[in-house]
């Protein structure tokens, strides 16, 4: 499975961005996860290709959103209200099991800057 993550750019406050994460194949689970320069990666969201629950971090739940349209083997993360402190490379990361920890995730997109200006 390769991961390919885009839609990032340059956004005020309060905006909105929509990310996109296509893949040429299938695990059980897709999350996205953050990294803001001189910080760790972060957890954000994840949810199964099947459906069913979604997870978020606290720090976007209620303002972001992951989707997936299977048809086009594609998982999105709808952003709204963003805050400069989202101001991150977002990338896109593929499991066998849905998990808020980095190392469970085996495969991983190139990442997306995203920039929120104050």
Excluded: H
Excluded at 10 to 30: E, I, N, W
Excluded at 73 to 78: A, D, E, H, R, S
Excluded at 92 to 98: F, G, K
Aim: with cysteine; charged share 15%; glycine share 12%.
């Amino acid at each position: 499975v390769q991961l390919q993550a885009s839609g990032g750019g340059l956004v005020q406050a309060g905006g909105s961005l929509r990310l996109s994460c296509a893949a040429s194949g299938r695990t059980f689970a897709m999350g996205w996860f953050r990294q803001a320069p001189g910080k760790g990666r972060e957890f954000v969201t994840t949810m199964a290709w099947s459906g069913g629950d979604t997870y978020y971090a606290a720090s976007v739940k209620g303002r972001f959103t992951i989707s997936r349209d299977n048809a086009k083997n594609t998982m999105y993360l709808q952003m709204n209200s963003l805050k400069p402190e989202d101001t991150a490379v977002y990338y896109c990361a593929a499991a066998r099991y849905l998990a808020s920890r980095a190392g469970v995730y085996e495969i991983w997109g190139q990442g997306t800057l995203v920039t929120v200006s104050s």
